[in-house]
């Protein structure tokens, strides 16, 4: 798996992911509603491609946003 992901969008990624997580927290006091799982399940996709540095669907786009090494 080869990075398709520059420090900006990683760094994007993870301010996105927290402030996913912080929504999904703040939503319903924890209630377990289909909005809460959506903010929860969008920040740890955001997350895991922020840690990991490679995007599926930037792979599938022929996208990089990393230099080429």
Avoid: H, I, Q
């Amino acid at each position: 798996m080869t990075m398709n992901m520059g420090k900006l969008d990683r760094g994007f990624r993870l301010v996105a992911a927290a402030a996913l997580f912080t929504l999904a927290a703040g939503t319903s006091v924890g209630d377990g509603t289909w909005l809460e799982w959506a903010f929860y399940g969008f920040g740890a996709v955001a997350l895991l491609t922020a840690l990991v540095g490679n995007c599926p669907l930037y792979s599938l786009l022929g996208v990089r946003t990393c230099r080429v090494s």
